[in-house]
């Protein structure tokens, strides 16, 4: 089964026609579009298509938009980039780990519970903190169990709070949403390359570049044309492919819960498949090591990921699952990406199946 690998795993499998565009931007990408030359003009031309391009698959305009080559990076500029000495920072328990970060360095601080669902409830929203002094780090759609916010409602209640969106686990898969101030997109989220991560600031004089700095730039200008340009290529073909794809992904998902769920007892599964994106599912096996199912499903050739989605290496249990109050042990999260069959995710299930099974003798 090692053809499935890139079907399953986490991380985002790079897109075929980025990975051609990247070869061919390589043989005319690597000039500098910042300089004077007919190359470097070829170059500057290359890149001001590409952020057109991206900012019309993601819906803002290219002056809206900034590149960044370190993508875990990126939560901060959004985040920093709004936020005062003096400003409340509210976020989830359920954010991802670099938000934790950002918030163990600022002084004023609200961490939101969630439902068991893993949705910020309304009504935990503390009406002190709906004011032009706070920054709402809106994580849009979790990248471990696949759980959407109910965005708009959060923004309604969140006052004149500033909103700080992050897009990074499910990309343009969602819309922007009615007011944002800045928002956080991952080309990987789009099976585009790694290390290109892309910052849309609506405002410009909201937001102002959190890093020590001479000059107007926003944020370092250091990112690899070639990766950018492999990135538009890949944003355009997977909003393309995601119309047919979205739906037969959710499919394949919930056969894949549903089968699980008959078949498998002391089964958690993280999350309604309806409130969620079509192509995460977050499984946890009671009396199972999470460790030793991901060695047994990678032994037949299945890449699937452990413990937290964000410090995956130490799988430690996540804190995703604790916030939600359902079962850490035990934890695999599967990912189906575009091009994923249904002859796949049978072999899938069956391998999970028999590996519980054997696991638990």
Known sequence: ????????????????????????????????????????????????????SIAEQLAVTPSELEIIGEPLLGNYFAIAGLLHAEDTLIYSAVDRKEIFAIAQSHRKTIELPVTNMGQIAPEDFPNSAATPDSVFALQVANGETGTIQRIEELIAISGSARIACDYSSCGPRIALPSRWESAYFDAKSWQGP???????????????????????????QSVSLPLILAAAVALEVWHEEEKNESPRLRSLSEKLRQEISATVADCDIAGDLNSSLPHITSLSFLYVQGEELLRRLDAVGIAVDSGSACTAENLQPSHVLAAMGVLTHGNIRITLHHGVSEKEV????????????????
Do not use: C, Y
């Open 194 to 220: 790694e290390g290109i991560g892309i910052i849309a600031i609506a405002e410009a004089a909201a937001w102002a570049n959190p890093l020590p700095h001479i000059g107007a730039a926003r944020t370092p």
């Open 1 to 52: 089964m090692a053809h499935a690998i890139s079907n399953f795993q986490l991380e985002s499998p790079l897109h075929p026609k980025a990975r051609e565009a990247l070869a061919d931007a390589i043989d005319q990408g690597w000039s500098d579009p910042g300089k004077l030359s007919n190359q470097n003009a070829k170059a500057r031309i290359l890149r001001n298509q590409a952020l057109d």
């Open 346 to 361: 049978n072999e899938l299930i069956a391998a999970i199946t028999k590996a519980v099974a054997e696991l638990r003798q």
